[in-house]
């Protein structure tokens, strides 16, 4: 059983950055994919990038490449995600999740889903 918590959301201008943090508890999420996911007002939860076990794979939404980084610390159970450049079509809650099983695109394949956090950017 784990429970992330996802943090570090806020306001800011476009072409500013931010970092979020997902922080589990309850067991090692160590050996486990990690994906961040998003969900804009009136749209569907869409998936944004995912992190390997060790951190050797990452895959990263075509709009987001380039602008965004996806890393994790084992060590402190924390995945991260460095959003540069914003732009206000970023702006969305944003949700980490672990990977179970299934399509490695769909949200329905993960699990452990936490409260999210508010990012929004204004132009």
């Known amino acids: 059983q784990v429970q992330l918590v996802e943090s570090g959301g806020g306001l800011v201008q476009a072409g500013g950055s931010l970092r979020l943090s997902c922080a589990a508890s309850?067991?090692?999420?160590?050996?486990?994919?990690m994906g961040w996911f998003r969900q804009a007002p009136g749209k569907e939860r869409e998936w944004v990038a995912r992190i390997s076990s060790t951190s050797r794979y990452t895959y990263y939404q075509d709009s987001v490449k380039g602008r965004f980084t996806i890393s994790r610390d084992n060590a402190k159970n924390t995945v991260y995600l460095q959003m540069n450049s914003l732009k206000p079509e970023d702006t969305a809650v944003y949700y980490c999740?672990?990977?179970?099983?299934?399509?490695?695109?769909?949200?329905?394949?993960?699990?452990?889903w936490g409260q999210g956090t508010q990012v929004t950017v204004s132009s």
């Open positions: 309850g067991r090692s999420i160590s050996s486990d994919y």
């Open positions: 999740a672990r990977y179970v099983r299934g399509n490695l695109y769909a949200a329905t394949s993960y699990d452990s």
